[in-house]
């Protein structure tokens, strides 16, 4: 009789949590991922089918490409770096291959990853060479004794740890050209950059949990479109727009990062679990639609804690998000 149940359970548990962003482990997971793609005005009205097929396929794949590690014993950092990568290459995104564009021309690219195990980080900002940021990023954090490096000394750190440079038109799409077209023409000189078009964000990010225990988190993104005098987001900020600790959380964001800087919001949803003993969906909740939307901050995170729980919060009409568990799998597009 019981197992009669079992299909609608099935089904709640791969499509219902992700509807209003928390899916909720009990008991502990054995691992889990969730992954963002950007948030933004992801409108389904605006959106072809096609299109929306395309971004669910390349979803649905970081998800296995993450996974599958998972599954294999594999770490928490090995699965957010190879998943990142993937996105990265995948040109429907804002980061690595099919980034935005400067007020220069160029694409301008910042990541960041966080062991939580070690509370060990890597970033880059306003690298133009290097074809997978999140690599660079994950060996700044290993093999120097920094966690920030930026351009020029950043690619030139590439290039003596052997990671893999491109030339620009690696990077560059006909879509994001366009894009930067109608920038150009909407903030006119000023390059102010105040998004892809007004609210439209396209940054990846990663976080896992391991059979081990250990949560990571990892962000990688071009930017705004248009950005100028080497601007620089949240995305390779520490505690802005990632973060990871095994006690409690590991999270990233993507939105309008000046925001994201100021409220330090990764840390905040740490801070609301570590000090106030607040559960992961309520801390992030409480940063991403009640102070941010307050603040005027647009954007969204993923977390997930040391239980699998998962919570995927956005104040934009939409955030290119997914997660995988044992048993349960689901990606979104809209709210
Ligand atoms: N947070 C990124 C930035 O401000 C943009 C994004 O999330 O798409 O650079």
Redesign the pocket.
Known sequence: MRLAFLPLVALAMTWGPIHNGYAPSTPKAEYALAIHG?AGVILREQMSADREKAYRNALDTALSIGEDILRANGSALDAVEATIRFLEDCPLF?AGRGAVLSYEGRCEL?ASIMDGATQKAGAVGGVTTVRNPITLARAVMERSPHVMLTGKGAEAFAIENGIDTVGADWFLTPERWESWQKAKARDGRSGSATGEEPGK???VGCVALDKQGNLAAGTS?G??TNKRWNRI???PIIGA?TYADNAFCAVS?????EF?IRYAVAHDVWALMAYKGWSLAKAADQVIRKKLVEKGGE?GLIAVDKNGDITMPFNTPGMYRGFARPGARAVAVFK
């Open positions: 950007g804002n910042d964000f396209g940054t993104t930017g705004m987001g949240d995305t727009g964001c993507t939105g309008h990062g994201f954007g």
